[in-house]
């Protein structure tokens, strides 16, 4: 089976030729145009959006020398995400489907991130899945490939969201997270006692917004220097850190109290790439003796080949659905 699939839920325009369990080409074209802003401008995307996926669309098709009519699926992300983003990727992906009669199948953007990691492991069951990206900070709980429960998100803030205001109020560039990293490395973790909110709180819940408006009164109490800058970067790290490994250590419990015992966690989405939070996660899960899963790095941050891999991994006929409607605030369906 081969499968092209467009990924534009926010500022990332992707293309995939995906066959069987092969990443034929991925080509992903992040959109420089939002750094001036210090974030994502959702008119400006979809505008970027239109004007790139033709011309990389055409681009995958002539360098791999394969036509439109030889695919056999079609598919782009419906959702969630941002409106005029989400629609400019999925009706161009529809009218090609349309015209060589093909196959439509709508993606949810959260399937692509949390069926990820199965595209390079053997995933063992029951298996904990924790999302941290830019939208969406969340703890899903899959007893076997087809199962899907949310255990607990994020009540405010996702984490990704964290790291791009603090950076913005440090004054660093967009997206936050790789300054924040490269800052961090040089600077005293310890220099900040900053707050953990809801941290101890027997939920799966995160909540990030607190920590954003105390970052933002100490700034504007400070003489900002790079001593400042890097401790903070440093200390912040830290508390999000903290912060993701004991909820995983309560996800671990709150199953074990259910009696399920988790044999597996997946880190998925652009921030399991930081590796300080890596490499804390994986002194936690060393003690508990399950597996730690993380995509390959073309499947971190958004990306259309794992919306191809989620597409090729469940797909039916009864997936077919040129008339499905793109949803911002899509959620996810219990069984996939
Ligand atoms: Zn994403």
């Known amino acids: 089976m081969l499968v092209f699939a467009a990924e534009t839920s926010c500022d990332e325009t992707s293309v995939c030729l995906m066959k069987n369990k092969n990443i034929v080409d991925h080509i992903t074209f992040s959109q420089e145009i939002h750094k001036i802003h210090g974030g994502v401008v959702p008119e400006l995307a979809s505008r970027s959006h239109l004007e790139k996926i033709q011309e990389i669309t055409q681009k995958i098709f002539k360098k791999n020398k394969i036509e439109p009519k030889k695919i056999d699926i079609f598919t782009a992300t419906c ?59 969340q703890f899903y709980l899959m007893q076997n490939s087809k199962e899907v429960e949310l255990l607990g998100e994020s009540v405010d803030d996702a984490i990704g969201e964290a790291f791009d205001k603090t950076a913005k109020l440090l004054g660093l560039g967009y997206p936050g997270g790789f300054e924040i990293e490269n800052r961090a490395n040089k600077g005293d973790e310890k220099f900040f006692s900053l707050p953990k909110p809801l941290i101890n709180d027997k939920n799966l819940n995160f909540s990030f917004s607190g920590l954003k408006t105390y970052i933002n009164l100490l700034i504007k109490k400070s003489e900002i220097n790079d001593f400042f800058i890097n401790n903070l970067c440093a200390s912040f790290q830290k508390t999000i850190s903290d912060i ?12 074990n109290e ?18 300080y939070i890596k490499k804390n996660i994986k002194i936690l899960i060393d003690r508990k003796n399950i597996e730690l899963y993380y995509p390959i790095k073309e499947m971190m941050s958004d990306n259309s080949a794992m919306i191809a ?20 605030r899509l959620r996810i369906n219990k069984n996939l």
């Open 79 to 137: 959702g969630p995400g941002l409106i005029g983003a989400l629609l400019v990727g999925s009706t161009y992906v529809k009218s090609l489907a349309l015209n060589v009669k093909r196959p439509f199948v709508p993606m949810n953007h959260l399937e692509g991130h949390i069926l990820s990691t199965s595209f390079n492991n053997e995933v063992k069951y029951p298996h904990l899945v924790l999302l941290l990206t830019g939208g969406h900070t």
């Open 244 to 255: 993701i490994v004991s909820k995983i250590e309560a996800g671990i419990k709150v199953l």
């Open 309 to 328: 891999w989620a597409c090729l991994k469940n797909y039916n006929n009864s997936k077919n659905n040129i008339f499905f409607k793109c949803e911002p």
């Open 258 to 275: 259910r009696n399920i015992n988790i044999k597996a966690l997946s880190v998925v989405g652009g921030v399991s790439n930081n590796n």
